[in-house]
Nanobody
Framework: QVHLAESGGGLVQAGGSLRLSCSASERTFANYDMSWFRQAPGREREFVAAISTRGTRITYIDSVKGRFTISRDDAENTGALLMNSLRPEDTAVYYC?????????????????????WGQGTQVTVSS
């Protein structure tokens, strides 16, 4: 069982930046693909970004490309999402998620059912 805990959310003005962190309880976190999802009120959970083991593959949704950067520090069992040029439409609860990479051919998932472990979420609010 992997426990994930997000931190770093808050209230920021449009154009500002926030850095979200995801701390994992698992010492072998390096064996897990990690991702960030978000959910705005009244909307479905949406994929934001994902990073594979060793950071060899990274993917983003189009709306955050060039603004958000996903990263990981396996020595610290943490992941991060640096968010720049924030917009009001980025307002949501942000969740980190992880799934064990079982084979080298495993696809870097962008759909929430593929992820086995989830944090409780951290609120990000961007004011206009």
């Amino acid at each position: 069982q992997v426990h994930l805990a997000e931190s770093g959310g808050g209230l920021v003005q449009a154009g500002g930046s926030l850095r979200l962190s995801c701390s994992a309880s698992e010492r072998t976190f390096a064996n897990y693909d990690m991702s960030w999802f978000r959910q705005a009120p009244g909307r479905e959970r949406e994929f934001v970004a994902a990073i594979s083991t060793r950071g060899t593959r990274i993917t983003y949704i189009d709306s955050v490309k060039g603004r958000f950067t996903i990263s990981r520090d396996d020595a610290e069992n943490t992941g991060a999402l640096l968010m720049n040029s924030l917009r009001p439409e980025d307002t949501a609860v942000y969740y980190c998620a992880a799934v064990l990479r079982r084979t080298v051919w495993q696809v870097l998932a962008t759909r929430s059912p593929a992820y086995e472990y989830w944090g409780q979420g951290t609120q990000v609010t961007v004011s206009s």
